[in-house]
């Protein structure tokens, strides 16, 4: 049921109210230990409009097991997060599907610290779904769990913690896409509390156009936003607000790579780099290693997703880390990937370096690398093509004895094949990774066509 970042699956066909029931329950038993021990839970969704319904079911499902819930609305992921430990609460919970279609959904489950399930708790949770109602008997009367709203309050102490710390920022202009998700509710609020000009597109907040191209996976709406304007930059999140992709002044993709970057090497040189290092995962532009490195800064690659960086963070002693997509952990301020936060610590660093945001991007080099994403019918596709799995060993194993790198691997959250091709030079990683997306799409043709 769990991925890499949570349960994720299409809303009301496969992650069912049913499904959203047990998991809710299962939660519940999970923390109490018995069913008689209560615990209070923050819950948040996102906008989208089966989060409405799939967090009924959710909370129905939490009650019956004895536990409370602090339901906080519509807010992006990390401020889950936050809440969790700012009311005290046992854990915390957010539907959400993040980046992925409308139609999607799914659940994402954080610690009393306000850290992201781990694979040990997550699977107690799934083995107490699967074994539905037999671990307890039901609960009655005072003993069944109740739902307090505090939505009303939750916005504000999120934003706050935002802007903690922050130089006044007036003077900045700043245009923020917001995808029509989570973060509408949020972002343009703390940039302007912050003292920032704002102005606001793909806010709508009815759910009812998350992520359709628009915020962090189609950072192409927001450069044709600013067009020829040269006086602001761009920030981009995605459907919960956990990630950040900028547009800079000359109108180029500002990606977590570039993020990384920019934070490691300023922390660096203030002295606030644990270890010298940061944590990032082979999915990331190789050329961030190298350059960091002629800096005296580490770079130790986790597995794929922003939870296994985080372990690897909290089990090396670093407090940077992240992914090429625009997840960010900063330690020093959160205990999870925060697009927001991320926005508001770059602007921090430009105004305090003086620097404008495609000056900052200098700090490091990247090497060419073509990423390309295709869907494919289902997920056992890769086990089935054999013969693509030859020519990927063939062709990786070439590019190896010239410094670059092939992965083609099956996203953990869609049922997609994800081609990332690394080269010396653009054209050998072009040409690498055009036989390797020939294979796959004639292999998709010849299945579709029986």
């Not at 699977?123 to 109740?146: D, K, Q, S, Y």
């Not at 945001?357 to 054999?386: G, K, M």
């Not at 190896?400 to 091709?421: F, M, Y």
């Amino acid at each position: 049921m769990f991925g890499t970042d949570g349960v994720r699956a299409v809303a009301n066909a496969v992650l069912t109210p049913e499904i959203m029931t047990a998991l809710g329950r299962a939660l519940g038993v999970h923390l109490s230990g018995s069913a008689s021990a209560r615990r209070r839970v923050v819950v948040g969704r996102d906008p989208r409009p089966s989060s409405e319904l799939l967090e009924a079911a959710f909370l129905a499902g939490l009650c019956s097991a004895g536990s409370d819930a602090i339901t906080v609305g519509v807010v992006p992921t990390a401020a889950v997060a936050h809440l969790t430990t700012h009311f005290g609460a046992a854990a915390g919970a957010v539907i959400t599907a993040s980046h992925n279609p409308l139609e999607d959904n799914g659940l994402k489950l954080f610690d009393h610290a306000g850290y992201k399930y781990g694979e040990a708790d997550e699977i107690l949770i799934e083995e107490l779904v699967h074994a539905g109602t037999t671990p307890w008997a039901p609960l009655r009367g005072r003993a069944v769990g109740r739902i307090r709203d505090h939505s009303h309050v939750a916005s504000e102490i999120y934003i706050s913690h935002l802007v903690a710390e922050m130089p006044d920022l007036d003077g900045v202009v700043l245009t923020v896409d917001c995808a029509n998700g989570a973060s509408a509710t949020i972002a343009p609020a703390a940039y302007r509390q912050a003292g920032a000009t704002v102005i606001e597109i793909a806010g709508d907040t009815s759910g009812n156009k998350i992520n359709c191209g628009v915020g962090a996976t189609s950072p192409e709406y927001l450069q044709k936003a600013l067009g020829n304007d040269i006086s602001s930059i761009g920030f981009a999140h995605d459907g919960d607000a956990d990630r950040l992709v900028a547009v800079d002044e000359l109108g180029r993709i500002v990606d977590g790579a570039d993020l990384l970057a920019i934070f490691a090497v300023d922390a660096h040189q203030r002295g606030r780099l644990p270890h010298d290092g940061l944590v990032t995962t082979p999915m990331t532009n190789s050329g961030l290693g190298t350059s960091l490195a002629d800096r005296g800064i580490k770079v130790v690659e986790s597995s794929i997703g922003d939870r296994a960086v985080l372990r690897t963070m909290l089990a090396n002693g670093y407090a940077l880390g992240g992914e090429q997509n625009g997840h960010v952990i900063s330690l020093a301020r959160a205990t999870t990937g925060d697009g927001i936060l991320s926005g508001l610590l770059l602007l921090e660093i430009m105004h305090r370096s003086g620097k404008k945001l495609h000056e900052l991007t200098a700090v490091w080099r990247r090497r060419p690398q073509r990423i390309v994403n295709i869907p494919v019918p289902d997920r056992q596709f890769l086990e089935r093509a054999t013969g693509l799995n030859q020519l990927v060993t063939e062709e990786r194993e070439k590019l190896a004895r010239v410094g670059g790198r092939l992965t083609v691997r099956l996203s953990t959250i869609e049922d997609i094949v994800r081609v990332v091709c690394e080269g010396p030079v653009d054209d050998i990683a072009d040409s690498v990774t055009a036989r390797v997306v020939a294979d796959i799409h004639s292999r998709l043709e010849r299945e579709a066509q029986g």
